[in-house]
């Protein structure tokens, strides 16, 4: 194995490339170089590199094109030029399609058929040409300065692409960080090559994010930028409760308990509707825990935010009484065709179904895409999930 083999496994040890990732790169750069030294701006160079000889060998790539006079192509230009001032006056970029139409010739890229003919009679409209290059010399100063920058910027390329793919695969999981430092509007969580964004959206009201501290996060998405990945989380996700779930109960991870669905008001209350197929499984009794070990879990690794679980239905009056949990229901009278709930309760059930500033029952209505009218047993109050949605939004600006 020569010196430079040996050294190019030792950069992708170190940075966690592939092999072929940075014998590209060095490729690419090589040909920057011989650009730089020995070539021009209408060839499209590639180079091949044997590290164990040290030997390369440079070729011009072309694909052959059909002949195109020159004053069709000058007129082309002319037009091309007219479109280009009348999309810009527009205030709008003249686009591809816009263009179709006119002959172009991109001489970097492609060959015209006679002159490819010039260097071999056989080829046709279609082929790509490697023609050889000579290496005249050694490269100069300018050169392998040029050779390294790019050698640098391409493996920085790579590393982002591989720390790119290795967080896409984990959208919608969660995933472990350490808090940097909290902004007025984000929080920055460290993933060790690549640093998170909390935005202030996402963010849970009861965490604490203490610089230092190790915390959850769902991985809502990761975007490919200029600086290279950018990794978007949160903390009030519904999806933040269905993955801590999973994790906390095996029945749920093997899908011998199914969530059938998710309310949410991050930092205050959740509610999660089970089901299971499995008639010797207790699901409510398995998201809970023996004393509410699992659950209490839960709550602690969402800061404290209060947890409904309670058993789904296909029968929508069932499903209905048991959303309105820790209340109990006495009817319920259904309006199909405009999906309205008329829920009964005794009177001294009343605030408890409705719950602290209207929480439960509209938290109720969410879960299970109703409308609930809430009454109590003698009339005389009634309070629609509508309405306290309204009001709990006029509170919220209120106190902002």
Not at 34 to 55: A, H, L, T
Not at 108 to 129: D, R, T, Y
Not at 342 to 368: K, M
């Amino acid at each position: 194995m020569s010196e430079i083999t040996k050294a190019i496994q030792f950069l992708c040890d170190e940075k966690n490339l592939p092999y072929d990732s940075v014998m590209e790169a060095i490729e690419f750069a090589l040909a920057a170089a011989y650009r730089k030294d020995f070539g021009n701006k209408q060839q499209n160079i590639k180079v091949k590199f044997d590290p164990e000889s040290g030997d390369m060998k440079a070729w011009d790539i072309k694909t052959v094109v059909e002949d195109i006079a020159e004053d069709v192509l000058e007129a082309a230009q002319d037009e091309l030029a007219k479109r280009r001032e009348k999309a810009k006056e527009e205030g709008r970029e003249l686009t591809e399609e816009e263009t179709a139409d006119l002959p172009h010739f991109n001489p970097k890229m492609e060959l015209m058929l006679s002159a490819a003919k010039e260097i071999n009679k056989k080829v046709k409209v279609g082929e790509v040409m490697e023609i050889p290059l000579e290496i005249p010399s050694e490269f100069g100063r300018m050169a392998a300065q040029t050779a390294k920058q790019v050698i640098i910027q391409k493996i920085r390329e790579a590393e982002r692409g591989i720390v790119f793919n290795d967080f896409k695969g984990q959208e919608g999981q969660l995933i472990m960080g350490t808090i940097q430092r909290a902004e007025a509007r984000k929080v920055l969580v460290d993933f060790g090559k690549v640093t998170g964004v909390l935005l202030a959206d996402q963010q849970n009201s009861r965490d604490h994010y203490r610089p230092g501290a190790r915390m959850k996060f769902l991985l809502l998405a990761v975007q490919m930028t200029p600086r290279g990945p950018e990794i978007l989380l949160s903390r009030s996700d519904v999806g933040m409760v269905r993955e801590i779930f999973k994790q906390e109960i095996p029945e749920i991870n093997d899908g011998l308990i199914e969530i059938k669905g998710i309310a949410r008001e991050p930092g205050f209350r959740s509610k999660v509707a089970v089901s299971t197929s499995d008639e010797s499984i207790d699901p409510i009794g398995s998201c809970i825990g023996q004393r509410g070990s699992r659950i209490n879990t839960i709550i602690e690794e969402l800061g404290g935010e209060k947890i409904d679980v309670i058993q789904y239905s296909e029968d929508a009056k069932t499903y209905i009484s048991h959303a309105l949990s820790p209340a109990k229901v006495l009817d319920v009278k259904l309006d199909e065709s405009n999906k309205v709930a008329e829920v009964s309760v005794a009177s001294e059930q009343f605030s408890l179904a409705i719950g602290r500033n209207g929480q439960n029952v509209r938290l109720a209505a969410q879960l299970t895409g109703w409308k609930i009218n809430v009454v109590d047993e003698g009339g005389k109050q009634e309070v629609s999930s509508e309405e306290v949605k309204a009001e709990e939004a006029a509170a919220e600006e209120k106190s902002e």
